[in-house]
């Protein structure tokens, strides 16, 4: 157990709609990426957060996005879904200055 | 652009050593990692190289070349549950992960 939690786990849904997808990073943590991981591929990086605030982005489309709340947890939001968004969504944190990304169990999205 | 190269398979056998290779090529270099993701879960960290040289972990080693944009990862007295997707992730001067496509091992009895 890395410490970090997501849910859902499984989520399915239809094409057009939009889900919001949760993650809550280790304690003390306060560093929260985003990862897409579609079937047989690598991770892709979608964001990251900062105690709050947007550092970096990756190859996340328009119609994704995120934020990170006070106490630290972080919601991505997927809208006007198609059937190519249908991924294993990772969600990690880290420690500043600390290399290693501890990484949450997944939330698997199939869109019908 | 920024690229990382690793093999998609790899097949060995229980009890021997295999080693995975991965080449990059990234704006700025902070350092590789190796992470182990077995099918359906989260990656997890396996080691981390900024220097040149080999790192030792029990049954895993990892080696790095920064002049040569390479690294292995090694693994010795293979187990069936080291079959699992090996992915290689470098840090770039933005300090952000680059990471490849992962390399699926496949042990035999």
């Known amino acids: 157990d890395s410490g970090v939690t997501q849910t859902p786990k499984h989520l399915i849904t239809a094409t057009g709609q939009r889900v919001t997808l949760r993650c809550s990073p280790r304690s003390g943590d306060l560093s929260v990426y985003w990862y897409q991981q579609s079937l047989d591929q690598g991770l892709q990086f979608l964001i990251q957060?900062?105690?709050?605030?947007?550092?970096a982005k990756g190859n996340i489309l328009e119609r994704f996005s995120a934020q990170q709340f006070p106490d630290l947890h972080s919601e991505l939001n997927l809208s006007s879904l198609e059937l190519g968004d249908s991924a294993l969504y990772f969600c990690?944190?880290?420690?500043?200055?600390?290399?290693?990304?501890?990484f949450g169990p997944g939330t698997r999205l199939t869109v019908l | 652009g920024q690229n990382i190269d690793q093999p998609t398979e790899m097949t060995a056998t229980e009890g021997a050593i295999v080693q995975i290779n991965c080449t990059y090529q990234t704006s700025g270099f902070n350092g590789l990692f190796w992470y182990q993701q077995h099918a359906g879960e989260a990656p997890t960290f396996l080691s981390y190289?900024?220097l040149d040289g080999l790192e030792e972990k029990g049954r895993f080693s990892s080696f790095l070349s920064r002049s040569k944009g390479y690294s292995y990862l090694l693994l010795k007295e293979l187990q069936m549950k080291d079959s699992a997707s090996y992915l290689c992730a470098v840090r770039d001067s933005n300090y952000q992960l680059i990471w490849g496509a992962g390399t699926k091992l496949i042990i035999k009895p």
């Open positions: 990690a944190s880290s420690v500043e200055g600390v290399n290693e990304q501890f």
């Open positions: 957060y900062y105690n709050g605030e947007e550092r």
């Open positions: 190289n900024v």
